[in-house]
């Protein structure tokens, strides 16, 4: 992925304010936060010289469709539902200290952030992951127990 730098150097510096931000820098920002999508800059997307540029933007965060709140994307055509990420997983883990860390069948599954549903990993109650809220932190207990990278993070 870039950076808010590298995502500027693309625009078209205009600090034209088309986009509702103050300048074009505040407008890549946005655009790294996910706040704002490229079509949001009305010259870098209707000034034909600027075509390319938009496409590339563009093109950088098609991976990021489809993720939850928090930037979770679960590859269901990868995942062939082995389950460790759900036992990997702190929240779902704290909220049901007697079932899915001690490999039974989940107790409270309207807490657990990861469950497996028809053979896949799903992902559900995003708001109980770790890497969101105000207290959000970068855990990646369901990334690294991944045999198959199914599941990232954009």
């Known amino acids: 992925m870039t950076n808010a730098m590298e995502l500027y150097q693309m625009l078209p510096k205009t600090n034209c304010k088309k986009c ?27 000034e034909p010289k600027y075509k390319e540029n938009y496409e590339q933007i563009s093109g950088l965060f098609k991976a990021s469709e489809g993720a939850t709140s928090t930037g979770l994307i679960v590859h269901e055509e990868l995942c062939f539902g082995c389950g460790n990420c759900v036992v990997a997983c702190p929240p779902n883990v704290a909220n049901d200290p007697y079932g899915v860390g001690s490999g039974n069948a989940p107790r409270n599954p309207m807490k657990l952030v990861l469950i497996i549903e028809d053979g896949v990993v799903k992902a559900q109650n995003v708001e109980e992951c770790r890497r969101f809220g105000k207290n959000k932190i970068l855990c990646n207990g369901c990334i690294v127990t991944c045999p198959v990278e199914a599941i990232e993070f954009v």
């Open 20 to 46: 509702g931000k103050t300048s074009c820098m505040a407008f890549a920002v946005a655009l790294m936060a996910r706040e704002l999508t490229a079509d949001d800059c009305p010259p870098l997307k209707e």
